[in-house]
């Protein structure tokens, strides 16, 4: 078993973040020799991934679960990185393969990267297309839309992608990626300027969001999207285990009603496992947690309670629909919910 999240960065002085490998993209008009295709691809993730949840939650808003299938991997990876032990006889039923890597080596012989989720496999080949985490989402959202169901959301609106843009990179270095470099710092320092880096941001999201129910405009954008996956981890894993403990969510009135609001919201909150989120964090980081025992808490029930932010007004789906219910099959098991 890995130590390092499959990224050799992870075990280094300073933490950095490896860039993703594969970044072909599917685009409608298959410039880059991807076509889009109903059925033809599947996407391949792990619930306990902030990065891979973002991908689950686009497709559940955007209605695209007939036209990408998933693939969920085990939270538990072994030296071969993740594997689908989830699945009868341990081999993912669509791909036939019994670990991610091998549609990692269909593409390319000896690649020398981590295997990383979320990925995007083009099934009838097994190769690999994209691990691109990054992008993944913004394609969804741009590239997929003559697969959207009828009534998805605009998650990024062309008038607010400036905007959009600016708070993603402030929340990717600072809070979705800020939470690993404290995690994984091997000096005080290094963790302290982290940890100071993602409170005293995450102070400034809290008070932008008294105000306004969204990140940016009236309705769920990608911002919240890349927010929520970092915030419904917090408490769990990121507070306890990267030490991220200035303050627990739900000690900040704001966020706490922010993503306990994002959590009720269709889309978002069925795709949570928080079994796979702390069996992962905490038995695969075995330098942070070597014991690997997985802690009780926190209490769950909290989720579920009201939140009062559709007094800010705002409207989550714009002028769309609130996505239908979690396809048989896609449903997180009771151990994960609250
Ligand atoms: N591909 C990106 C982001 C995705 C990512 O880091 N995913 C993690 C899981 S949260 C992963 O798959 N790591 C490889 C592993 O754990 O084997 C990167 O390389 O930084």
Same mark, same amino acid.
């Given at each position: 078993?890995?130590?390092?999240?499959?990224?050799?960065?992870?075990?280094?002085?300073?933490?950095?973040?490896?860039?993703?490998? &594969? $970044?072909?993209?599917?685009?409608?008009?298959?410039?880059?020799?991807?076509?889009?295709? *109903?059925?033809?691809?599947?996407?391949?993730?792990?619930? #306990?991934?902030? !990065?891979?949840?973002?991908?689950?939650?686009?497709?559940?808003?955007?209605?695209?679960?007939?036209?990408?299938?998933? *693939?969920?991997?085990?939270?538990?990876?072994?030296?071969?990185? !993740?594997? &689908? %032990?989830?699945?009868?006889?341990?081999?993912?039923?669509?791909?036939?393969?019994?670990?991610?890597?091998?549609?990692?080596?269909?593409?390319?012989?000896?690649?020398?990267?981590?295997?990383?989720?979320?990925? =995007?496999?083009?099934?009838?080949?097994?190769?690999?297309? /994209?691990?691109?985490?990054?992008?993944? /989402?913004?394609?969804?959202? $741009?590239?997929? $839309?003559?697969?959207?169901?009828?009534? #998805?959301?605009?998650?990024?609106?062309?008038?607010?992608?400036?905007?959009?843009?600016? =708070?993603?990179?402030?929340?990717?270095?600072?809070?979705?990626?800020?939470?690993?470099?404290?995690?994984?710092? %091997?000096?005080?320092?290094?963790?302290?300027?982290?940890?100071?880096?993602?409170?005293?941001?995450?102070?400034?999201?809290?008070?932008?969001?008294?105000?306004?129910?969204?990140?940016?405009?009236?309705?769920? $954008?990608? #911002? +919240?999207?890349?927010?929520? /996956?970092?915030?419904?981890?917090?408490?769990?894993?990121?507070?306890?285990?990267?030490?991220?403990?200035? !303050?627990?969510? %739900?000690?900040?009135?704001?966020?706490?009603?922010?993503?306990?609001?994002?959590?009720?919201?269709?889309? &978002?909150?069925?795709?949570?496992? &928080?079994?796979?989120?702390?069996?992962?964090?905490?038995?695969?980081?075995?330098? =942070?947690?070597?014991?690997?025992?997985?802690?009780?808490?926190?209490?769950?029930?909290? !989720?579920?309670?009201?939140?009062?932010?559709?007094?800010?007004?705002?409207?989550?789906?714009? +002028?769309? %629909?609130?996505?239908?219910?979690?396809?048989?099959?896609?449903?997180?098991?009771?151990?994960?919910?609250?």
């Amino acid at each position: 078993m890995s130590d390092t999240d499959g990224n050799e960065a992870y075990g280094r002085k300073s933490f950095k973040r490896s860039k993703s490998h &594969f $970044t072909d993209r599917i685009t409608a008009d298959a410039r880059e020799g991807w076509p889009l295709e *109903a059925g033809r691809y599947r996407l391949v993730v792990s619930r #306990a991934c902030p !990065w891979a949840s973002r991908a689950v939650i686009s497709r559940r808003l955007l209605g695209l679960e007939d036209a990408l299938s998933l *693939a969920i991997a085990d939270p538990i990876q072994d030296d071969r990185s !993740w594997r &689908f %032990t989830l699945d009868p006889d341990g081999r993912d039923p669509v791909l036939g393969i019994r670990f991610l890597s091998e549609a990692y080596d269909a593409r390319e012989t000896d690649y020398p990267g981590g295997v990383s989720v979320p990925a =995007i496999v083009d099934v009838p080949s097994g190769r690999l297309v /994209t691990n691109d985490f990054q992008q993944i /989402t913004l394609d969804l959202a $741009t590239e997929w $839309t003559a697969l959207h169901r009828e009534g #998805a959301p605009d998650l990024y609106p062309a008038r607010l992608r400036d905007e959009i843009d600016e =708070i993603m990179e402030e929340v990717y270095e600072d809070v979705n990626n800020g939470v690993y470099r404290a995690g994984f710092a %091997t000096e005080q320092e290094e963790y302290a300027a982290a940890c100071e880096r993602l409170f005293r941001r995450l102070e400034l999201l809290s008070a932008r969001l008294a105000r306004r129910r969204y990140l940016v405009g009236g309705t769920i $954008t990608e #911002a +919240d999207i890349r927010l929520f /996956t970092t915030l419904v981890r917090f408490d769990a894993v990121y507070h306890g285990h990267f030490k991220c403990n200035r !303050w627990k969510l %739900t000690e900040d009135e704001v966020l706490w009603a922010y993503v306990r609001d994002l959590y009720q919201t269709p889309g &978002f909150g069925d795709t949570v496992d &928080f079994d796979h989120i702390k069996r992962h964090y905490y038995q695969v980081h075995t330098g =942070i947690n070597p014991t690997r025992i997985v802690p009780l808490g926190p209490d769950l029930s909290g !989720w579920l309670t009201p939140h009062g932010r559709e007094e800010l007004g705002g409207r989550p789906f714009g +002028d769309g %629909t609130p996505p239908g219910p979690v396809p048989e099959g896609e449903r997180v098991p009771a151990a994960g919910r609250p």
